[in-house]
């Protein structure tokens, strides 16, 4: 009983799949346990979607989710497949919704940036003195 309540503390259970979620610095990231000691965590930084996937004492990072079933060798049509497949289909639904945030690059200088900013780009004036002087350190 007492082994019973320490491994459901751990996120593992005798069916083998739960979905945890743990905190990390900048966003909520997910955890999927699987059969035995497998687990895929995944969270987003500032190039997407992550997953770090953990089996037979190696763990890995991946970007696309065919890599993760390829690293963790599963064979289809079993719950531990089918689990994952459904985790990752609700992932690409949750990613659907939110609207990613535009980089800079993307944007582009505002006029008011521009006008007032400092740096080459924002000078393109070239009656401007010193248009095409350069700062050596």
């Not at 659907?96 to 393109?124: D, K, Y």
């Amino acid at each position: 009983m007492e082994r019973a309540r320490t491994d459901n503390l751990l996120g593992r259970c005798p069916h083998g799949l739960v979905q945890l979620s743990a905190r990390g610095h900048s966003m909520k990231r997910e955890r999927l346990h699987l059969q035995g000691d497998m687990t895929v965590e995944t969270g987003k930084d500032t190039n997407g979607r992550f997953f770090i996937a953990y089996a037979n004492g190696t763990s890995v990072i991946l970007r696309e989710q065919d890599e993760v079933r390829q690293f963790l060798n599963l064979v289809g049509k079993t719950r531990s497949r089918d689990a994952l497949d459904s985790w990752f289909a609700s992932l690409s639904l949750g990613d659907r919704g939110h609207n990613p945030v535009p980089t800079e690059m993307e944007q582009g200088l505002s006029e008011r940036a521009i006008a007032t900013g400092f740096g080459p780009e924002c000078h393109l004036d070239e009656s401007d003195p010193n248009y095409q002087t350069r700062t050596v350190i």
